[in-house]
Nanobody
Framework: EVQLQASGGGLAQPGGSLRLTCAAS???????????ITWFRQAPGKEREAVSC????????????SLQGRFTISRDNAKDALKSTVYPQMNSLKLEDTAVYYC?????????????????WGQGTLVTVSS
């Protein structure tokens, strides 16, 4: 079983930066180096959208075209791959980045921007960009 804990949200000013954290816990049957982790966000009245993704070994990432250059993602896997921490870095924040951000994990070797394929979800952390 994979468990995810998202944190790091809060209030940021336009143009500022924020780094979120997704702390993932696996098991001997669910080693996290096999799990792709993707961050999604959902603003009020809008669909959930992927904002960044990183594969289990950290060798491949994905960003939507609209966020290229502003968002980056990295991860740190424990040696036994039972724990992993994923860090999405958000720079040059805009008002429209305001949303609840979720991390999600999928047992796959590639990134996908489709929420339905992800089996494991964190609880969400609110990011508010406001002056």
């Amino acid at each position: 079983e994979v468990q995810l804990q998202a944190s790091g949200g809060g209030l940021a000013q336009p143009g500022g930066s924020l780094r979120l954290t997704c702390a993932a816990s696996g098991s001997v049957f669910s080693r996290l180096n096999y799990y792709t982790i993707t961050w999604f966000r959902q603003a009020p009245g809008k669909e959930r959208e992927a904002v960044s993704c990183i594969t289990g070994g950290g060798d491949s990432t994905y960003y939507p075209d609209s966020l290229q250059g502003r968002f980056t993602i990295s991860r740190d896997n424990a040696k036994d791959a039972l724990k992993s921490t994923v860090y999405p870095q958000m720079n040059s924040l805009k008002l429209e980045d305001t949303a609840v951000y979720y991390c999600a994990a999928d047992y796959s070797g590639q990134c996908s921007n489709k929420p339905l394929i992800y089996d494991h979800w964190g609880q969400g952390t609110l990011v508010t960009v406001s002056s």
